[in-house]
């Protein structure tokens, strides 16, 4: 078996396992009170998916335009359906949450950014990303004590995010001291064909633009609209928990988005976070007081929301796509037919 098809099978069994954890939550409910409260939410359920696409999106959109240099940088009204389409393809297609990051990248170049800047405006927005979250989780974990006064979870909570600074901040550095020629060199040497020597060139371009966009001030804007799209954010949570008659104040929406969003970052592996989440949402949940069954509640009408999102976000990537293997195949099929009519 091909490495890339031991990967693969990888991501689908932590697919099928999310899978298997997402039912047992849900089985192990009343469904009946599942269900009433599910159409209890109602018209809340259209605000929550208008509010996440007008709020966190918009957000994280302008998070990544202010990274782009003015001369290169692309409208923001595209960069805005790039983001929407790679949250789609992260959240819906079985690709351990980077597969959109990937996609973005290819739509910004594809849009005329210049493709050392696409690919190292996505690494740099994705990498201070995390930086972010780990502050928006610390922020959740005060609040989370501040409200039950429990501390149990607070050290595995702390240690792990602490990992997983490390690990960015070690990603970071990597990135700056030239990572990608690195990688590029060892590359070509391995296929020994001075056809792959052009890798190392494109490798070393790569890290010269990484590092001139950690070099400029935007990268503190960066983290200001990034931290400010995970604390608006929350706003939809506050509509849901309102929406089910619970107790919906801003420091629980706050604690519910953080920690559910750092539990399914720690399974990153799992697609779409598929059970993960769910877990998340019932086990706050239950730290807050919420009864089990409107915690579940909760985390179906979030995978509602991604659904109502994602399906249109996936479908216009695959237009995007056909479109542009259509032309493709248009332009070298009167490329032969030009060359046949010539000879």
Same mark, same amino acid.
């Given at each position: 078996?091909?490495?890339?098809?031991?990967?693969?099978?990888?991501?689908?069994?932590?697919?099928?396992?999310?899978?298997?954890?997402?039912?047992?939550?849900?089985?192990?409910?009343?469904?009946?009170?599942?269900?009433?409260?599910?159409?209890?939410?109602?018209?809340?359920?259209?605000?929550?998916?208008?509010?996440?696409?007008?709020?966190?999106?918009?957000?994280?959109?302008?998070?990544?335009?202010?990274?782009?240099?003015?001369?290169?940088?692309?409208?923001?009204?595209?960069?805005?359906?790039?983001?929407?389409?790679?949250?789609?393809?992260?959240?819906?297609?079985?690709?351990?949450?980077?597969?959109?990051?990937?996609?973005?990248?290819?739509?910004?170049?594809?849009?005329?950014?210049?493709?050392?800047?696409?690919?190292?405006?996505?690494?740099?927005?994705?990498?201070?990303?995390?930086?972010?979250?780990?502050?928006?989780?610390?922020?959740?974990?005060?609040?989370?004590?501040?409200?039950?006064?429990?501390?149990?979870?607070?050290?595995?909570?702390?240690?792990?995010?602490?990992?997983?600074?490390?690990?960015?901040?070690?990603?970071?550095?990597?990135?700056?001291?030239?990572?990608?020629?690195?990688?590029?060199?060892?590359?070509?040497?391995?296929?020994?064909?001075?056809?792959?020597? @052009? +890798? /190392?060139? *494109?490798?070393?371009?790569?890290?010269?633009?990484?590092? #001139? !966009?950690?070099?400029?001030?935007? $990268?503190?804007?960066?983290?200001?609209?990034?931290?400010? @799209? +995970? /604390?608006? *954010?929350?706003?939809?949570?506050?509509?849901?928990?309102? #929406? !089910?008659?619970?107790?919906?104040? $801003?420091?629980?929406?706050?604690?519910?988005?953080?920690?559910? +969003?750092?539990?399914?970052?720690?399974?990153?592996?799992?697609?779409?976070?598929?059970?993960?989440?769910?877990?998340?949402?019932?086990?706050?949940?239950?730290?807050?007081?919420?009864?089990?069954?409107?915690?579940?509640?909760?985390?179906?009408?979030?995978?509602?929301?991604?659904?109502?999102?994602?399906?249109?976000?996936?479908?216009?990537?695959?237009?995007?796509?056909?479109?542009?293997?259509?032309?493709?195949?248009?332009?070298?099929?009167?490329?032969?037919?030009?060359?046949?009519?010539?000879?």
């Amino acid at each position: 078996m091909k490495v890339p098809g031991k990967i693969q099978l990888t991501v689908w069994l932590f697919g099928f396992a999310g899978a298997a954890l997402f039912i047992a939550i849900v089985i192990h409910q009343d469904l009946s009170k599942v269900g009433a409260a599910f159409a209890t939410a109602g018209w809340a359920i259209v605000g929550i998916v208008a509010y996440h696409f007008l709020v966190p999106v918009f957000l994280d959109a302008i998070a990544w335009w202010v990274l782009f240099p003015r001369p290169d940088r692309l409208p923001l009204r595209k960069l805005l359906w790039m983001r929407w389409i790679g949250e789609s393809v992260s959240t819906l297609v079985p690709s351990a949450a980077v597969g959109g990051d990937v996609v973005r990248a290819r739509l910004a170049a594809i849009n005329g950014a210049p493709l050392p800047l696409a690919a190292g405006s996505v690494l740099v927005d994705l990498t201070l990303g995390v930086f972010t979250q780990a502050g928006f989780t610390l922020l959740g974990v005060v609040l989370l004590v501040g409200v039950t006064g429990q501390k149990n979870f607070v050290r595995p909570t702390l240690i792990g995010t602490l990992i997983g600074v490390i690990g960015v901040a070690g990603f970071y550095f990597v990135q700056r001291l030239g990572m990608f020629r690195f990688l590029a060199t060892i590359i070509a040497r391995l296929a020994n064909s001075p056809e792959w020597q @052009s +890798l /190392v060139q *494109g490798g070393a371009t790569l890290d010269q633009t990484v590092r #001139a !966009l950690y070099a400029r001030k935007a $990268v503190i804007a960066c983290c200001a609209w990034t931290i400010l @799209s +995970l /604390v608006l *954010g929350s706003g939809e949570i506050w509509i849901a928990l309102h #929406a !089910l008659g619970l107790h919906a104040t $801003v420091a629980n929406a706050l604690i519910l988005q953080s920690m559910v +969003l750092t539990i399914r970052s720690a399974a990153f592996a799992v697609p779409s976070g598929l059970g993960v989440q769910e877990t998340g949402y019932y086990f706050v949940g239950q730290l807050l007081g919420i009864p089990d069954y409107l915690a579940v509640t909760l985390a179906l009408i979030a995978r509602v929301r991604e659904l109502a999102l994602g399906i249109p976000g996936v479908i216009c990537w695959q237009i995007i796509e056909a479109r542009r293997l259509w032309r493709t195949r248009l332009a070298t099929n009167s490329g032969n037919a030009r060359v046949r009519a010539q000879s």
